[in-house]
């Protein structure tokens, strides 16, 4: 899987870096060589173990497994939505009101709905806290809420 | 119990110590408040600035940008934190894109010089000067070309020399981008001493800022560099500046031991103009701002010693003037690139 | 020499008045903290303490800069440790074996003995810059374009090839490493490569944003079972931070071993500690008898990148005050500083202010011994975060990851970017591919696409460039060993393997 993935990566690659536009000064294809040169030894590397992966399925059966991924896969996608809201929300609500919205969609999935005192507190002490380090102690800025201008 | 108390003690001692330390970074800027110069509508610089130099720590942009926001902190025409960031990259065309991204903002403040106008011109990037807002014009610069202290090239003219022979023989390198200052301004000046094919000439830019220590390994044969950008390794003997290309000799000390290249008889000359800019479609009121509190600055004792210490011509120009000039250096630009065969057409 | 020492004890004199004496600790306790947060290294600590010291003076200034500089190397590698989540590239080769350890229940042992070899190596390398730095200098000047590229080329196939599983899949993680690294404008030519037509993909990917993708989210979404059910093994009794008579005895020896080596890495414009970390640990483990235990907590894997790692941030300092040139992204940044206070850094800083050089070289030294005893009880402090249950931790690891980010670059595309390397990295796991090529490729990838340019400039074409020199020569050499070698071996065990099951 893994060797006939990165053959395809490599070759589609190549062909993008060659697509690449010319440079203007000196030698034109100066900014191509370079990705052409990683296209390449991606497609090398895809190829030697395409042969690899091929001979060991030969060789032993591969013993297919069906890993619980289900369960993780799910969490998985749960958390790029949650990330995706959060990157959403972050410059449109401020920094400390998008936080604890992302603290606690994090923390009720992990740490349960039962202790949602305990996740509301540290999704607030959480964000209140790296505001103030942050803004105050190391004066890099971070969004603030609209109106209120925290 | 114990993640409790973990907690509770993680709270108090991150809250502790950010009330201690905002205690401490917070005093220089204090007294410095009350005589910031107010302005009537909108109360402007409020928060803290971002000061950026489109190259690497030690050029001549960065040390404009640098001296600039030490010298507005010392003398209290600002009094809001003006941190610098580097934003190497395209010469100049990575920060370029970086201004285009924060279209409107009030709070960027970044240097410039000929090369905004060249990546434009030679085609490394769409944007150009247009995609700025120019705030003022700060000073002028003059190039130098640097040898090592124990190169066989004893005088810009044996240089020339070489060259007319093989325009490949002499390895020259440069902190800017090809087809950007550094390398133009060897080319124009290589093109007046009667060098032909100057497009073949090998240069290699070096953006980190590594290129003095190239020349001195014997890497590239001459650098291609501003006047302060070599200062510290020229006067110490390092680094041998064979010509500049002021139209007079400028500066004190061993800077002005460096003969012109109008003196060795090659009629060219080369002005390094530096000016700062904002984003683009910067809002009115900071517009106005900077050209007022940057005038003040170019009329201040500190200003004038930092230009006299790093060899530089206090040039202030604003508004229309400072717009007027770019358009003709845009004009004058496209001249000497056609004529060096680096237009986009 | 006796120039040399009395200008050290001069340096002494201004290293030991109280003032500079508590801005070096004050530096150091906050560089040590900033160095800790994802994302937050040595770097960005000096740049937003710097406003914090332009009312020092320029002493003070660059002592408390020394300070935190050194902190945040020292703090970079405890959230490597901790919580498997590197602070800055420096501190990944501590991820190695640094984190199993922690696992293995020696958490206490891996902050040790991470803060002795960082001490020892910080300490042995001040001393080689006192008598050596100029020699030193010199060297370096001996490294031209051809020979930058094959430095960075070895270390990164020394890097693939240590893969213990598959050498080819080593190399894979290097390529894509490389392949990331390339997207941007093009430095030379100004041409957009790979940036699908966005704008803020044009001044490139931070490695930093990758690092804490792959690091934080990748350890949170490989361990999200466990993490709910509470099941993730975790340290809970903690003891004496400090290491055992046995750990000591096999430390020492690869702590002065990789001392010089980081410090002559480090004193190369540009290489920086990452490189000299990695190649200590790839160094210490071909060296060692038994390889199979590096990645599973073995504490040499710990200490050796620890001390080069420390030893390579001071010899960064050598182009930054011999030459005026920036080793590092710390040092640019300290060097503008320098320049700022009206100091022009270079050769002639020994001459025209020896108080402020030799001043600053000393308060190397206090500053080395001060973070050494301070980092002791700190890390005693900081083991308890282990204490918190993981279902709480990791999301406030995903928020510190999240807020790191942001800090970088101010811009909320970096999310984006790091669901994306999340994932990457979550199937590169999934695939077995190492993680370790791949965040070295994303680091050097630039340079080493430049440099290989600038060398074929320099040469017109000629690929001959890249054996053009005695040091280029060496580091070719070395490179094709190291390839080779992992390879060899295999073979031999498998032709072993296989003549025993014939029998």
Not at chain 1, 96 to 103: H, K
Not at chain 3, 437 to 456: D, K
Request: hydrophobic residues 50%; proline residues 5%; aromatic residues 8%.
């Amino acid at each position: 899987m893994t060797g006939l993935i990165s053959t395809a990566f490599g070759v589609i690659y190549s062909i993008m870096a060659y697509m690449l536009p010319d440079a203007t000064i000196g030698n034109p294809m100066e900014p191509k060589i370079f990705p052409l040169m990683l296209g390449s030894g991606t497609t090398i590397c895809g190829i030697l173990l395409t042969v690899i992966e091929g001979r060991k399925k030969q060789a032993v059966k591969e013993t297919k497994k069906a890993n619980g991924l289900s369960h993780d896969s799910k969490l998985i996608i749960y958390t790029c939505f949650v990330t995706l809201v959060y990157a959403l929300l972050f410059e449109r609500i401020g920094y400390v009101l998008s936080t604890i919205i992302f603290m606690n969609a994090m923390l009720f999935a992990l740490n349960g709905k039962e202790k949602w005192k305990t996740n509301l507190i540290v999704a607030a002490a959480f964000s209140i806290g790296v505001y103030v380090i942050f803004l105050k102690l190391l004066a890099i800025p971070l969004p603030m809420m609209p109106i209120l201008e925290i | 119990m114990s993640f409790k108390k973990t907690m509770t003690t993680l709270i108090a001692g991150t809250v502790v110590t950010a009330m201690l330390l905002t205690g401490c970074a917070g005093k220089p800027a204090a007294p410095a408040a009350g005589e910031a110069p107010a302005a009537p509508e909108v109360k402007y610089p409020e928060k803290a600035l971002e000061f950026i130099a489109p190259a690497g720590a030690g050029g001549g942009w960065d040390t404009t940008i640098r001296t600039v926001a030490k010298t507005l902190q010392d003398t209290k025409l600002v009094s809001v934190p003006m941190p610098v960031t580097n934003k190497p990259g395209g010469g100049g065309g990575v920060a370029l894109a970086y201004l285009e991204e924060k279209k409107g903002s009030d709070s960027i403040v970044t240097v410039y010089s000929p090369p905004l106008i060249l990546i434009n011109l030679n085609g490394s990037t769409p944007l150009g000067y247009k995609n700025t807002t120019p705030l003022a014009r700060l000073i002028a610069d003059y190039a130098c070309f640097v040898v090592s202290k124990d190169s066989k090239y004893k005088s810009i003219t044996e240089v020339m020399d070489a060259l007319k022979k093989d325009p490949k023989s002499v390895k020259v390198g440069g902190t800017s981008a090809a087809g950007s200052m550094d390398h133009l301004q060897f080319l124009k000046i290589a093109k007046a001493a009667g060098v032909e094919n100057v497009k073949e000439i090998a240069y290699i830019s070096f953006q980190d800022g590594s290129g003095p220590a190239q020349v001195m390994g014997g890497h590239v044969d001459l650098l291609s560099t501003g006047i302060a950008d070599a200062k510290g390794l020229m006067e110490s003997g390092d680094l041998v500046a064979l010509a500049t290309t002021a139209d007079k000799r400028i500066g004190e000390g061993k800077i002005a031991e460096i003969p012109t290249c109008k003196e060795l008889g090659i009629d060219a000359t080369f002005i390094n103009w530096r000016g700062l800019f904002g984003a683009p479609e910067m809002p009115e009121h900071a517009v106005k701002f900077w050209q007022e509190t940057l005038k003040k600055m170019s009329e201040t004792e500190e200003w004038k010693n930092a230009c006299k210490s790093n060899g530089w011509d206090n040039t202030f120009a604003s508004g229309d003037e400072f717009v007027k000039f770019l358009e003709q250096e845009n004009e004058n630009s496209k001249m000497l690139l056609s004529e060096i065969g680096m237009l986009k057409q | 020499m006796d120039v040399i020492l009395q200008n050290l004890m001069n340096g002494f004199q201004v290293a030991f008045e109280p003032i500079n004496l508590f801005w070096v600790t004050l530096g150091g306790i906050l560089g040590t903290i900033i160095g800790m947060l994802p994302g937050l290294g040595p770097a960005t600590g000096v740049a937003v303490l710097l406003p914090m010291t332009y009312a020092m003076g320029p002493t003070g200034a660059l002592i408390t800069m020394c300070g935190v500089y050194y902190g945040a190397m020292f703090g970079g590698s405890r959230s490597s440790i901790l919580i498997n989540t590197p602070g800055d590239g420096a501190a990944i080769a501590a991820t190695f074996d640094g984190y199993p350890m922690a696992m293995n229940g020696r958490a206490e042992a891996a902050l040790a003995i991470s803060a002795i070899a960082s001490f020892i190596g910080g300490m042995i390398a001040t001393v080689f810059m006192i008598f050596l730095a100029t020699p030193v200098a010199r060297f370096a000047l001996k490294f031209g374009p051809a020979e930058y590229f094959l430095l960075m080329l070895m270390a990164i196939a020394m890097t693939s090839s240590m893969n213990k599983g598959n050498v080819i899949k080593g190399f894979l993680s290097m390529f894509l490493g490389l392949m990331i690294a390339m997207v941007g404008l093009d430095p030379q030519s100004g041409v957009n490569r790979f940036t699908f037509g966005s704008l803020e993909l044009q001044s490139g990917i931070d490695f930093l944003t990758v690092i804490i993708a792959i690091y934080a989210l990748g350890e949170v979404f490989k361990c999200f079972k466990d993490i709910r059910e509470g099941t993730k093994k975790m340290q809970t009794k903690f003891g004496k931070i400090w290491i055992t008579r046995e750990d000591w005895r096999r430390t020492w020896k690869p702590i002065l071993r990789s001392t010089p080596l980081g410090f002559l890495i480090g004193a190369l414009p540009g290489a920086g500690g990452t490189m000299a970390a990695l190649m200590a640990y790839n160094n210490e483990k071909n060296l060692s008898k038994n390889p199979e235990d590096f990645g599973k907590g073995e504490i040499i894997g710990l200490a050796a990148p620890e001390a080069a790692n420390n030893a390579s941030s001071v010899g960064a300092l050598i182009p930054m005050l011999s030459l005026g040139i920036p080793g590092s992204g710390t040092t640019a940044v300290m060097m503008g500083a320098l320049l700022m206070l009206g100091l022009q850094p270079g050769p002639m800083l020994f001459q025209n202010h020896p108080d402020i050089a030799w001043g600053l070289i000393a308060s190397m030294v206090v500053g080395n011994v001060i973070l050494a005893i301070v980092n002791i009880p700190m890390a005693g402090a900081l083991v308890r975060v282990l204490a918190i249950p993981p279902k709480i931790l990791y999301p406030i690891i995903l928020g510190l990851a999240f807020i790191g980010t942001y800090a970088i670059s101010n811009s909320v595309i970096d999310f984006y970017i790091m669901i994306v390397f999340g994932i990457v990295g979550f199937f590169m796991e999934k695939a077995k591919i190492p993680s370790a090529p791949f965040i070295l490729a994303i680091i050097v990838g630039n340079m080493m696409e430049i440099s290989y340019r600038q060398a074929l400039v320099i040469s017109d074409g000629s690929m001959g460039i890249f054996v053009g020199s005695p040091i280029a020569i060496t580091l070719l050499a070395l490179t094709i060993g190291s390839v080779i070698m992992p390879i060899i071996k295999s073979m031999k065990k498998s032709r072993q393997g296989s003549s025993i099951s014939m029998k």
